[in-house]
């Protein structure tokens, strides 16, 4: 005998009957158990020449990828359409590690792969100690990443300034630390967190040869050139200080 088709019903979600599936990190929680990443921007109102018009997320593996329409009143007055890409990763913070006495400075060389694909000879690069807030201040956060980086429990921190660093497309601020460091206890060539990939080699250099090193081109990094560049002219091994 034929067996009766149930008259159950199985439940269907909205997209299966032609509703918009909900989309990752805009309509429900992502992978980081973020939402409504379509909306940074919509809201903005502190330049009256500018209207956000729509915010679209391209990509947002980790970091966010925006392409954002807007409304620019250009200088004779008339209103133009544009777009602009956005690679939204966050604010960081940076501290120069120095040793007044000794007048040396504590750097960093890690592999970046950014840097090797676009034609460094071998991707080590030399740094400042570096990292991403997070949801710490800038301070507290600078402290944490001096910690696993350079093993460096840092004390007073001087506040050097806050710098948009690729606002071509980066939405980045980083903020920028100097505090001094005791070179003669220091212990150990290696810091870094192995669970998230870093394997970072220390290098304790004068600053005379990290000057040096700077123009002859081995210190490539912008916010390390600064930083270097500062200690001389305003910092710990300005004349006169």
Sequence with gaps: MPRQASSRTTAQP???RGMPEPRPGIDVPDHRGRTGLDRTGRDLQRNPDVRVTDVEVLAAAWHVLRRTTLEYRDPSG??????????DRGNGATVLLYDPERRTVLLTRQFRYPVYVNDHPDGMLIETAA?????DDPATAIRREAAEETGVAVGELEHVWDVYMSPGSVTERLHFFAARYDGSTRTGDRGGLQEEGEHIELLEIGIDEALAMVRDGRIQDAKTIMLLQWAVLDGPF???R
Excluded: I, S
């Design 238 to 240: 300005a004349a006169g």
């Design 14 to 16: 909205d997209y299966a």
């Design 78 to 87: 008339r209103w133009e359409t544009q777009q602009r890409e956005t690679y």
């Design 131 to 135: 990292g991403l807030l997070d949801d």
